[in-house]
């Protein structure tokens, strides 16, 4: 099968030609557009979708320009990123905004900045194994500040806020969205507040949250719910939406794929792996590459790979039908970061699938579990929900799509301590044979001996 990339799209399909008029201000660097209807926002406008269709808005930038005004090639814009890695002050050294002129061209003073991103890409002989996948490459996003990629958003969608002066920011969350929302609203001075659904946010997400002083209102009610909520609150109570359909967060999401790139030195791997909920990330990382492809920066299209949890897969469902009917599920899974049901990016990653002739496939929870085993076995340790996208590539190296030597890069998402509640309960499991179940002993070195010698045996 071959993938689009022998064709990109011509520059003026997905920047902005120079020189159209009647654009609103600030339009020479960037406008939102809605991805329905075409309708042009100013980059200021605060709407939460397209005012006139409700459709979703997506972010538009001119073309990276010097100073005189001339499109870069992309051999001068790889070089602004590597000038931009050793920057000082440290503001463009992070892994967000050494791309900002592909992310939010002349944000300048306003950019609210933790510094995130510049996560690592490991390779972990025990988790290669595992997949079977000898090329395997982990990219951790668990190393971002607040212990998920969601920081690479909501970098951006703060300083957005502050750019609009925003008198608060919300976002629904599974518990990473808020946390993030919670640190950077801090640091921008900014309210923040958080709808999460009650019960079903991991421990380590609900504490950060609470830590950075987020208001945060437990909704007696699924993901989804809480979603529709803070929707129509965002739009009667004029507070900024930070949500995952907030197109500048898929503008921060996209540097994930922008780092990694680079990190291989503009050589685009096979297959990109990312586990999927909202499909958010799936549409950033479907931008990422079009744009990536277009400007010339990779000369190969690195196929999609979207892996949902069984219990909550309703893209995946959709896919094996090509995409004919959207669907929604009621969800349930261990991976409570991709317990969604209604995913609210569901066209945008559509797009993102097909043009990367991607494919998107379940895993079930005990497929996760014991993936995620394996990771925190390897001393790199993850949230549940990040090892479906290892899972995902064992199953595809088994059902021969994924080639032993091929190029993989899979996708951790959060950081193990996320989610203590889930780990403490798995390592006490009596019928879990790789639980690491915790010993009881007397203060005595007789008894510290005892457990040596029981390790020795286990391990001859
Ligand atoms: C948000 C999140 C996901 C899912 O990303 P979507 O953009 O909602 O598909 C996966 N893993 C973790 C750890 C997350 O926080
Ligand atoms: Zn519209």
Not at 94 to 119: C, D, K, Q, Y
Not at 227 to 253: D, F, M
Request: proline share 6%; hydrophobic share 45%; charged share 20%.
């Amino acid at each position: 099968m071959t993938t689009p990339a022998s064709h990109p799209l011509p520059l003026d399909a997905l920047f902005l030609p120079a020189g159209v008029t009647g654009l609103p201000m600030h339009a020479e660097q960037s406008v939102q557009r809605c991805a329905a209807c075409a309708q042009l926002l100013s980059p200021l406008d605060a709407a939460p979708d397209c005012p006139r269709c409700g459709g979703l808005l997506e972010i538009i930038h001119a073309p990276p320009r010097d100073a005189g005004g001339a499109t870069l090639s992309a051999t001068a814009i790889k070089q602004q990123f590597e000038q931009h890695c050793c920057a000082r002050p440290l503001g463009h050294a992070s892994g967000v905004w050494r791309f900002e002129s592909l992310v939010m061209p002349g944000a300048g003073p306003s950019i609210v900045s933790h510094p995130e991103g510049n996560t690592p890409l490991l390779s972990r002989a025990a988790i290669s194994r595992y997949t079977g996948c000898e090329g395997l490459l982990i990219k951790h996003e668990g190393h971002n500040p607040t212990g998920s990629f969601k920081d690479r958003g909501m970098t951006v969608g703060t300083t957005q806020a502050v750019r609009i002066g925003a008198r608060a920011v919300a976002c629904a969350s599974t518990g990473n969205t808020s946390a993030a929302l919670a640190s950077y609203a801090a640091q921008a001075g900014i309210p923040g507040l958080v709808f999460v659904p009650a019960g079903k946010i991991a421990l380590g997400k609900l504490a950060q949250t609470l830590a950075y002083g987020a208001r945060t209102l437990l909704v007696k009610g699924d993901f989804d719910a809480c979603l529709k909520l803070v929707q129509q609150a965002s739009r009667e109570l004029g507070i900024y939406l930070l949500n995952s359909i907030n197109p500048w967060r898929v503008e921060g999401q996209k540097t994930i794929v922008f780092e990694l790139l680079q990190q291989l030195g503009w050589n685009a791997p096979d297959f990109i792996v990312l586990p999927a909920g909202n499909l958010g990330n799936t549409a950033a990382f479907g931008k990422a590459l079009r744009e990536a492809n277009a400007l010339g920066l990779i000369t190969k299209m690195p196929r999609l790979v979207s892996v949902q949890a069984a219990g909550a897969a309703p893209f995946a469902r959709a896919f094996r039908e090509d995409f004919a009917a959207r669907y929604t599920v009621q969800a349930e899974t261990i991976a409570t970061a991709i317990r969604i049901g209604d995913p609210a990016s569901w066209d945008r990653a559509v797009r993102a699938i097909r043009e990367t002739n991607g494919i998107v496939i379940t895993a079930d929870d005990q497929a996760i579990i014991d993936a995620k085993l394996t990771i925190d076995g390897a001393g790199v340790g993850c949230e549940p929900a990040s090892a479906a996208s290892v899972a995902g590539v064992r199953q595809l190296v088994r059902d021969g799509i994924i080639g032993t030597h091929d190029t993989v890069v899979a996708v951790l998402t959060g950081h193990v301590l996320k989610d203590p509640g889930m780990l403490v309960e798995l390592h006490q499991r009596d019928d879990e044979v790789r639980a690491n179940r915790p010993i009881e002993i007397e203060p005595s070195v007789r008894a510290v001996d005892a457990v040596l010698r029981e390790m020795h045996g286990s391990m001859s």
